[in-house]
């Protein structure tokens, strides 16, 4: 399967709010790093990572352009509620081997109605 393909299957799953069928896309020793968060670690914490944000805030992702190079795919996405972001996906051996996604958290949680975090 192509990057591009994979990360097609992926926007399917996320959408779905899936995130055991999404974590079977990961190499087990994955990295998915969303710089507004900190870097998480193999497959297993990206299950959970996946099942707590599908737990805590209704998330869906609208393709607005998806590009591949190589073993590179780039995403840039929106949701329903305006938040824009752009993320990039490493495949390896048919498996996302490193992710990483920007986009800007404060925006996200105001729209999510979730709670600011002090400093």
Known sequence: MSPKE????????????????????????????????????????????FENEF????????????????????????DPLGLRGCGFFHVTDGKIKFQRGYWDKLSFLRQQGLPIPKK
Not at 20 to 42: C, M, R, S
């Open 55 to 78: 737990a805590h805030a209704d998330m869906h992702c609208i393709v607005e352009n998806l590009f591949e190079d190589g073993e590179w795919a780039i995403l840039e996405w929106k």
């Open 6 to 49: 994979l990360v097609t299957q992926w926007v399917r799953l996320f959408n779905q709010g899936s995130a055991a069928k999404l974590a079977e896309l990961y190499h087990t020793d994955a990295i998915n790093h969303q710089v507004a968060e900190e870097p998480v670690n193999g497959r297993e914490a990206i299950k959970n990572m």
